[in-house]
Nanobody, 124 residues
Framework: QVQLVESGGGWVQAGGSLRLSCAASGRTFNSVTMGWFRQATGKEREFVAAISRTGATSIYADSVKGRFTVSRDNARNTLYLQMNNLKPEDTATYYC?????????????????WGQGTQVAVST
């Protein structure tokens, strides 16, 4: 069982950058894909990015492609989301979660062991 704790959220002006971290406990971190999702106030949770077990492959939502980068350090049991050129529409609570063992998925139902979330606010 993997437990996840996100950190690194905060307030930033449009055009700025933040790096989110997701610390995982448990011995199975490097045996699963991982994903980032976000939920803005009044909206449904949406997919942001996912990464393979080794970190060699990743997929992104079109809205963040070219601005966000997902990575992982399996030695440190940590998942990252580097967010550059942030926009006000990126304002949301960001969650990390455990994905399927082999397949990179954009579907929320494919994920489990959700963290508590970290808030990101981007102002104009």
């Amino acid at each position: 069982q993997v437990q996840l704790v996100e950190s690194g959220g905060g307030w930033v002006q449009a055009g700025g950058s933040l790096r989110l971290s997701c610390a995982a406990s448990g011995r199975t971190f490097n045996s699963v894909t991982m994903g980032w999702f976000r939920q803005a106030t009044g909206k449904e949770r949406e997919f942001v990015a996912a990464i393979s077990r080794t970190g060699a492959t990743s997929i992104y939502a079109d809205s963040v492609k070219g601005r966000f980068t997902v990575s992982r350090d399996n030695a440190r049991n940590t998942l990252y989301l580097q967010m550059n050129n942030l926009k006000p529409e990126d304002t949301a609570t960001y969650y990390c979660a455990v994905g399927p063992t082999y397949i990179l998925s954009r579907l929320e139902g494919s994920y489990s062991n959700w963290g508590q979330g970290t808030q990101v606010a981007v102002s104009t």
